[in-house]
């Protein structure tokens, strides 16, 4: 006998059916939540997509904003040296006018700077869409701007006159990365820096420059210029001017007859000849007499502000106190002060101090009472020294040897027309300009230019000679460590 429960298998089959369907809505929820997790994933994708392409589009950009500026950095080297330049645009860098006061200038008389064009016809204009232009922009062996042929390439250069008045020109360099574009914008101001036309310029005190033993200045390589009667000493100690004389940055000590291709003597007053039983009673040929006020001395003048405001700007400007230490932009502080040696040291050729203005006692225009004594002992400094005091200048060491170029040949301005001479003993390579007198013991070596307006005098009783090797840069008013030109404050910008 069989029997059946109508209501179990009821309960039974409910039970089932509610399964099925708490089931059901379980797969249906964790699909929604699948599903909503794949659009969550695809949308951070994307997001990530385009945040990857938005960082690497920045970063395009970057580059090729930086390539810009790298490209203006070039064209502003270009006017330090235009050696540097491109052959056929080397006259556009270089001083063109010829001011009878301030030597070669990137100004006329009337301060109009030799940049004249505009954006749309620049005085010069690179384009690498013409034919060989961009080989020579961008071509990575030989190209101006090889050394960032791996980032991008330049497109435009243009450089043509400023847009505020005072300043020498306007840059434009647009350069590419990938598939972006920038062009970055600046104007140039030049400093008026006067040019040094002599190895060594002597003052209203004028300069003993040779006694019976030795002369105590030698100068190579270009003028001595001293004011008031000078004596000269014996005629045989005189450097003679002469085409043959060899370019070797040799003593005049080691020389059996001393001779140069550009020494020149101007004296304001008389040039005496000590009475010597070997050599002529006549001046020689390259000895100038008599030469102020008449044309022909012509000294240079570094004015006292204008060094000051230059060194502030551009530069080291030290005040000092009583004991001798400087501070630099006159914050006089117990534990800031350096001493002279600190301030003018260099570590090695090469290392450029650039302008260093050491102020008067007073930070007043140089008088006789405000200068004091600066002692400096340097066995080697390189840079331009304005110090406005007394000087003794007493090297402690042997100096270094330094690579050089000579004067052009033969009167010429090329650049292959200057011998490399590497000179020894150098104690300064640059300039030293005082007010002052200048005292020296020991045998000073220096490349470059003195600028006394005192006396030159030997602390020994029987000197050895201050040897001057003349920087033939400095007529230019080419001068290491102090820029040719400048990126005016407020003129950069981007173009987009």
Known sequence: M??????????????????????????????????????????????????????????????A?????????????????????????????SKRFDLHDSGSSFFDASGRSVFSGASTTPDLLYDATQPGTDHLLNDPVDGW???????????????????????????????????????V???????????????????????????????????????????????????????????????????YADMASREDRWVTIWTGGDALLTPSSVGSASLPANVYARQDPFPGLHPDIWPYELLKKYAIQHGSYYTRDTSGLLYRNGAIASDSGLTIEEAFKSKAVGHNRGLVFIDTLDQLPPRPDNLGTVVIETDYAE????????????????????????????????????VPVTLTGIHLNGVLSTPGDLFYDGQPRAFG???????ILPVASTPSPIEVWYDHDFRNGLFRGLPVVYVAPGTWQEKY
Request: hydrophobic share 40%; charged share 15%; glycine share 10%.
């Open 2 to 63: 069989k029997f059946h429960c109508v209501g179990d298998k009821h309960r039974v089959n409910g039970m089932t059916e509610q399964t099925h369907s708490e089931r059901g809505a379980v797969l249906l929820g964790v699909l929604i939540i699948v599903l909503m997790l794949t659009l969550l994933g695809m949308v951070s994708m994307n997001l990530a997509v385009q945040e990857i392409l938005q960082i690497s589009a920045n970063k395009d950009e970057a580059t």
């Open 65 to 93: 904003r930086h390539v810009a500026e790298a490209g203006s950095d070039v064209i502003i080297s270009w006017f330090h040296n235009t050696n540097t330049a491109p052959i056929e645009a080397s006259t556009v860098f």
């Open 145 to 183: 701007f090889r050394s960032v042929h791996s980032l991008g390439r330049i497109q435009t250069l243009k450089v043509y006159g400023p847009t505020r008045p005072g300043l020498l020109c306007s840059v434009e360099i647009t350069a590419n990365a990938k598939h972006h574009t920038r062009t």
């Open 185 to 251: 914008a600046l104007q140039l101001g030049a400093l008026i820096t006067p040019p040094l036309r002599a190895g060594v310029q002597v003052g209203n005190s004028g300069v003993v420059l040779t006694s019976d033993v030795s002369l105590p200045v030698w100068v190579h390589w270009g003028d001595l210029k001293a004011k008031g009667n000078v004596q000269l000493g014996r005629r045989e100690d005189v450097p003679v001017k002469t085409g043959l004389a060899p370019i070797i940055g040799q003593s």
């Open 383 to 418: 840079g331009l020294f304005v110090v406005n005091a007394n000087v003794k200048l007493k090297p402690s060491g042997v100096g270094k040897s330094v690579p050089v170029l000579s004067p052009p040949k033969d009167g010429s301005s090329s650049f292959a027309a200057r």
């Open 449 to 455: 230019a003195l600028l006394i307006e005192g006396r």
